[in-house]
């Protein structure tokens, strides 16, 4: 564990010899259950996405992905020390900020609804960033081991969207079955997992 955090991902980072490709793809895995998470919500909320708009969320949130991995890995331990003290808490506040906004829109009257439009370049800019903050923590211990980081970036960024994209369609399915309200299911989802995300970290460190 370092710093108290990030514990189910270092677990797989603890062995520094050369990183195997099937090691790369389960932290790969790790990594991107946020990722499946929000784009559930986001098929959820939008049981009638277009594929294209579908690819460019998956597409937004693997980029995340892989490139803060790949960020961390070349910034290292030069900026640990600052990100460690506020990353679960940016993480925390995006995700809580986008759910409540989420659940608050969905228990309005339907006249007075104005909905989280899922397709906005801000909203999923939010998402991404929110659930990607711990690969830039792996990036960072990749940089201490023998790690093709190119190679690591681009299969963290490949699981991630194929990720992404099985979770929109299963979101779809179960938004046409939720009815009117399923921005607040949307929105729990969200806020679910910035709670996680800050709850771990503060019980870790405890």
Same mark, same amino acid.
């Given at each position: 564990?370092? @710093?108290?955090? @990030?514990? @189910?991902? #270092? #677990?797989?980072?603890?062995?520094?010899?050369?990183?195997?490709?099937?090691?790369? +793809?389960?932290?790969?895995?790790?990594?991107? /259950?946020?990722? =499946?998470?929000?784009?559930?919500?986001?098929?959820?909320?939008?049981?009638?996405?277009?594929?294209? @708009?579908?690819? %460019?969320?998956? =597409?937004? /949130?693997?980029? =995340?992905?892989?490139?803060?991995?790949?960020?961390?890995?070349?910034?290292?331990?030069?900026?640990?020390? #600052?990100?460690?003290?506020?990353?679960?808490?940016? $993480?925390?506040?995006?995700?809580?900020?986008?759910?409540?906004?989420?659940?608050?829109?969905? /228990?309005?009257?339907?006249?007075?609804?104005?909905?989280?439009?899922?397709?906005?370049?801000?909203?999923? /800019?939010?998402?991404?960033?929110?659930?990607?903050?711990?690969?830039?923590?792996?990036?960072?211990? =990749?940089?201490?081991?023998?790690?093709?980081?190119?190679?690591?970036?681009?299969?963290?960024? +490949?699981?991630?969207?194929?990720?992404?994209?099985?979770?929109? %369609?299963?979101?779809?399915?179960?938004?046409? %079955?939720?009815?009117?309200?399923?921005?607040?299911?949307?929105?729990?989802?969200?806020? $679910?997992?910035?709670?996680?995300?800050?709850?771990?970290?503060?019980?870790? $460190?405890?």
């Amino acid at each position: 564990k370092q @710093n108290g955090k @990030n514990s @189910n991902y #270092y #677990y797989f980072c603890d062995h520094p010899k050369d990183m195997d490709l099937v090691t790369i +793809t389960a932290i790969a895995l790790g990594l991107s /259950l946020d990722s =499946f998470a929000v784009s559930l919500s986001c098929g959820v909320i939008e049981s009638e996405i277009r594929f294209r @708009n579908a690819m %460019r969320i998956a =597409f937004i /949130l693997a980029l =995340f992905q892989g490139g803060l991995t790949v960020l961390g890995f070349f910034l290292g331990t030069t900026v640990s020390v #600052y990100i460690d003290r506020y990353d679960h808490w940016i $993480a925390f506040l995006l995700l809580i900020f986008l759910g409540i906004r989420m659940i608050v829109g969905g /228990l309005k009257a339907p006249a007075d609804r104005q909905p989280v439009d899922i397709s906005r370049l801000p909203v999923v /800019l939010t998402m991404a960033v929110g659930t990607s903050i711990d690969a830039f923590a792996v990036g960072i211990s =990749f940089a201490l081991l023998n790690v093709q980081i190119w190679t690591a970036g681009l299969v963290i960024g +490949t699981v991630t969207f194929l990720a992404s994209m099985t979770a929109i %369609r299963i979101g779809k399915s179960a938004g046409s %079955r939720l009815g009117p309200r399923v921005e607040i299911v949307g929105g729990i989802i969200l806020a $679910a997992i910035g709670i996680r995300i800050l709850a771990e970290h503060l019980m870790s $460190a405890a």
